[in-house]
């Protein structure tokens, strides 16, 4: 009788509410604690993580404890290190705080789709190993927002480990340390099982502002100290904007918490990036930001970094017939269809709203009803996103519920790229 209760009120429930499918919400997860293991001398490596410079190099960033030389070695079999990059170090301070020493090694030429085995500052005791994206489509991405360091994004992260992603895009809201800065030591060992294994590429939240007025006046200290992204090689002037290329796709990370009006540094230099961008070799092309501009959640309604940000910048994505726009924030999924100015466009990007990836404050599960045309898909559930890219016309992708600490295709759906669509010429 017990195993028939459970479907039976659901059903009932769903008879009373009118919803298609009722959940048995999971609750926020507390943080879990990665402790610096003791074996770790204060030469050690850790919270690596790699992420793409150009089009055949990558960042390798690493912290030690105490002083270490800024210098990777590598090669493509395990143990054997013919090749070395070096670096620079810093560090920063944050109210009592101060980190350790923070590594930046830019490495390559590489070649693509190939696995490297690397060790940092010299020391043995800790072998990498790093695959590159690949040179040809296809190419998966893994994209998820608001991760966070709980139980539940434990589980998301394992279900990411499994799927052999090539590139991890993630829009915002990272450590959700929010001031204690401890965690973001605790974040990075965390993600480095991943992080060390394939490139992450991020960009900033509200979480990772930082700022505490007179006390601590700049903002994004520890991010921009910690997640060095290549803004320099895209042509911007700050780690808070930057695009790139990956196997046939552009990929144009935006920084919801700077400026982005018409006069802003961020908005000439978007323009500028999306005239440069050469469809016959990137057919693609993804934005990236932390507040979404389409939502029916009640969560995150009216703030400036969702209806300002989208009223300047809607129209430059528009025209460069973007394929894509992800966004975190919002705790929950939310898949639209191709929309633009508030109507449902053919040439119009999709967008979709992965802001799910575990963190401590639980989900947004309230919505807006009824739900607009332009909302295919919404559920306020843990999980994270896949894109296959799978050739210049045609993309998988796929969510990826994590409810029950197991990885369920919860929404599939195929997409054709703008850039086939003649009757989206410009
Ligand atoms: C994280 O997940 C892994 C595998 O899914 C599990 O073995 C491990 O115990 C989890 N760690 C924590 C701290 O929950
Ligand atoms: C692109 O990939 C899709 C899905 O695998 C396939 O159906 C289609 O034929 C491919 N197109 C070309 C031109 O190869
Ligand atoms: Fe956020």
Known sequence: MAAIKGPVL?????MAFGCVVCYDRPVARKDVSIPQPKELSPTSPQQVHASVVGADKMRISWITEGSAPAIV??????????KSATGSTSSYRYLTYKSGKIHD????????????YYRCS???????????????LPIKFAIVGDLGQTGWTNTTLEHIRQSNYDMLLLPGDLSYADFIQPLWDSFGRLVE?????????????NHELERIPVIHSTPFTSYNARWHMPFEESGSSSNLYYSFDVTGVHVIMLGSYTDF??????FKWLQDDLGKIDR???????????????????????????TLMKKFMEELLYKARVDFVFAGHVHAYERFTRVYDGNVDNCAPVHITIGDGGNREGLASKYMYPTPEMSIFR?????????????????????????????????TVWFTSLSSDPACKL
């Open 10 to 14: 659901v059903f009932v429930l769903a």
């Open 73 to 82: 070695e590598y090669d493509t079999s395990p143990g054997s290190y013919s």
């Open 105 to 116: 090694v830019v490495i390559g030429p590489l070649n693509p789709n190939t696995v490297y």
């Open 122 to 136: 010299s020391d043995s005791t800790r072998e990498f190993s790093l695959k590159t994206p690949p040179a040809l």
């Open 193 to 205: 099982p991943l992080a060390s294994q394939r490139p992450w590429m991020v960009t900033q939240g």
């Open 261 to 266: 009006d018409p006069a802003s540094d961020q």
């Open 280 to 306: 016959g070799k990137t057919p693609w092309i993804m934005a990236i930001i932390h507040a979404p501009w389409y939502n029916t959640n009640t969560a995150h309604q009216g703030e400036p970094e969702s």
């Open 379 to 411: 559920e306020a559930s843990f999980g994270h996103g896949q894109l296959e890219v799978f050739n210049a016309t045609h993309a998988l992708w796929t969510w990826h519920r994590n409810d029950d600490d197991v990885s369920v295709v919860a929404d």
